[in-house]
Structures are given as structure tokens and as C-alpha cells.
């Protein structure tokens, strides 16, 4: 689960979840010239099949660390073993924003590290069954058409959308963790810098 390029005004709750979504599909590379209407259609339809996907259990080992600030990330999920790693940091820090920016009632006490293990599970889950397939054919987006046959095309980024969209459903989240990852962002490009004796045990 990235923590995503936000922009500067305060109330991001102001943009609603398909929104963001609108707002993660155009920041990903091969989409800058896209007419924002289709990237509206795609958000929709990825955010609507996440929301439909029954809970999916992690079946990837998880693993506990800090350095997510510092990475940009949440969480992760590797292949190689299949692999969840969970930051500690970046949920701690994602804690403290939910209570000074007023969230609570969005995003109940341990629903963070609950949404991104559910969010990295749909990545899992995409990754080694036919959900990926099923994805693309709900995006409607064509690779390749030749008469009645058509070859369903990927959508960078469709993933990451219906990841939130599941976690937010299966945790029972007011708003989609996609709000948080940008309230996340404009947090870390605001915080000071660590003083030059600060040092971390590894």
C-alpha cells in the first residue's frame, strides 16, 4: 500500500473515494494523456469489483518492520516468498493523522493495520488466481480486438484501486484508505527533517 503524491489543500476529505481513485489512475505512468472520463469509468468499475470480492485470507507470510516512512509505503507485498510486510512506522504515523485530522469515526482504532493486510491479501490474491483475469474484464478495456474477439487489456494501477476498495469494505472503513495514504503524504512532505544525531537501532 503506497503512500500516494497528494495535493496541497487541507481538506482532502473534501474529494470523495472515486476521486482519489481518479487521482492514483492519472498519476500512474501510461495514463497522463487520458480523458478523465475514462479514467472515471475505470476507477468505478475497479473500485466497484474490490468492493464485490469476497474476504480473502492472507495466505503470504507476514512480517513485521519499521523504514515504511522512509520507502513510502504501508505495506508490501513481494513474491518471492509470497511475502506481506507490514510498517510499523508508517502505521503509527497514520494513527496519529487519523486523530489530529479527525477520522476516527472513518477509521476505528487498529483498522489501519487491518485494511493493509487486507489490501496486500487482494494482491496476493490477484497475483496467483484467475482474479486478475476477471479484473481486466471488468475494466472493459480492450488489448486487442480482431471482429467479435477480444483480448481484455491491463489498467496500471486498476489493482491498487480495487485493493482499497476491498480493504475498506471487509474493514468496514467510513472512507477508503486512499484518503489516508494522501493525508499520509501531505503529512511526511511537511514533517521536519530528523536532526543530524538522530540514529536508529536496526
Given at each position: 500500500?503506497?503512500?500516494?503524491?497528494?495535493?496541497?489543500p487541507?481538506?482532502?476529505?473534501?474529494t470523495?473515494?472515486?476521486?482519489?481513485?481518479?487521482?492514483?489512475?492519472?498519476?500512474?505512468?501510461?495514463?497522463?494523456?487520458?480523458?478523465?472520463?475514462l479514467?472515471r469509468?475505470w476507477?468505478?468499475?475497479?473500485?466497484?469489483?474490490?468492493?464485490?470480492?469476497?474476504?480473502?485470507?492472507?495466505?503470504?507470510?507476514?512480517?513485521?518492520?519499521d523504514?515504511?516512512l522512509?520507502?513510502?509505503?504501508?505495506?508490501?507485498?513481494?513474491?518471492?516468498?509470497?511475502?506481506?510486510?507490514?510498517?510499523?512506522?508508517?502505521?503509527?504515523?497514520?494513527?496519529?493523522v487519523?486523530?489530529?485530522?479527525?477520522?476516527?469515526?472513518?477509521?476505528?482504532?487498529g483498522?489501519?493495520?487491518?485494511?493493509?493486510?487486507?489490501?496486500?491479501?487482494?494482491?496476493v490474491?490477484?497475483?496467483?488466481?484467475?482474479g486478475?483475469?476477471?479484473?481486466?474484464?471488468?475494466?472493459?478495456?480492450?488489448?486487442?480486438?480482431?471482429?467479435?474477439?477480444?483480448?481484455?487489456?491491463?489498467?496500471?494501477?486498476?489493482?491498487?484501486?480495487?485493493?482499497?476498495?476491498?480493504?475498506?469494505?471487509v474493514?468496514?472503513?467510513?472512507?477508503?484508505?486512499?484518503?489516508?495514504?494522501?493525508?499520509?503524504?501531505?503529512?511526511?512532505?511537511?514533517?521536519?527533517?530528523?536532526?543530524?544525531?538522530?540514529?536508529?537501532?536496526?
Open positions: 500500500m503506497t503512500v500516494q503524491d497528494a495535493p496541497a487541507a481538506d482532502l476529505a473534501a470523495d473515494d472515486i476521486g482519489w481513485a481518479v487521482r492514483l489512475l492519472a498519476a500512474t505512468p501510461t495514463h497522463e494523456h487520458r480523458d478523465p472520463e479514467l469509468r476507477a468505478r468499475a475497479a473500485d466497484a469489483y474490490g468492493a464485490a470480492l469476497a474476504p480473502v485470507e492472507c495466505t503470504a507470510r507476514i512480517v513485521e518492520s523504514g515504511g522512509a520507502l513510502g509505503l504501508l505495506a508490501r507485498y513481494t513474491s518471492r516468498p509470497p511475502t506481506v510486510e507490514l510498517f510499523t512506522d508508517t502505521i503509527g504515523l497514520a494513527e496519529r487519523v486523530d489530529a485530522r479527525g477520522w476516527r469515526a472513518w477509521y476505528p482504532p483498522s489501519i493495520r487491518a485494511a493493509a493486510l487486507a489490501h496486500e491479501a487482494v494482491h490474491h490477484l497475483h496467483h488466481g484467475p486478475r483475469t476477471a479484473l481486466k474484464r471488468a475494466l472493459g478495456h480492450s488489448a486487442l480486438r480482431l471482429g467479435r474477439l477480444r483480448v481484455p487489456g491491463h489498467v496500471a494501477g486498476a489493482e491498487e484501486v480495487a485493493a482499497h476498495a476491498h480493504a475498506r469494505t474493514c468496514g472503513l467510513g472512507r477508503s484508505p486512499l484518503l489516508l495514504t494522501a493525508a499520509l503524504a501531505a503529512e511526511t512532505e511537511t514533517a521536519p527533517p530528523p536532526a543530524p544525531d538522530a540514529r536508529r537501532e536496526n
